[in-house]
């Protein structure tokens, strides 16, 4: 099986737990690839998300650190946009459950080794935007940068 970054980053996604205003109730936290065919609308509206985490595909980029000549090991580098999406909704209020988010992202992607040897996670950057979207005023939304460093074997 091929090895797939991007699908070892959903599933970290996918371990994160919050809960909405009240401090009480799990909110619910779909995990999506970005560009799927569902809608923020529907997923908000119809599926009851209180909060969407979307997984963007990676730019990459070579480290420092290689080498042309191939005689050891090279490290290369990808950075996966991950959004946390969030909507002002009855029982929930976006700005508190995207602070939720971040303090659960921060836990999550952890400059540490995860799971398997030779890579590690970790958020490098972040940036948030409040805007319409997917047919929905105020839309919260939070990127994550995601820096995934894997050694070539």
Known sequence: MAWNPK??????ASTITTTID????????????????????????VVGA????AV?????????DRREVQDQAAHYTGIYPVKIIAIDKTGVTATKIQYKMRIQMRAAFRPV????????????????ENDRKGG??????????IEYMWMNP
């Open 7 to 12: 699908l070892e980053i959903k599933n970290v």
């Open 113 to 128: 080794a995860r799971t398997r040897a030779g890579f590690t996670m970790k958020i490098i950057s972040t940036n948030e």
């Open 22 to 45: 009240d401090n009480a109730t799990a909110a619910l936290i779909i995990v999506i690839y970005e560009g799927t065919p569902e809608t923020l609308k529907y997923l908000f509206n």
């Open 136 to 145: 929905i005023d105020k839309v919260w939304q939070t990127t994550y940068d």
């Open 50 to 53: 209180d909060v969407i985490v």
């Open 56 to 64: 963007d595909d990676p730019g990459e980029r070579a480290s420092g």
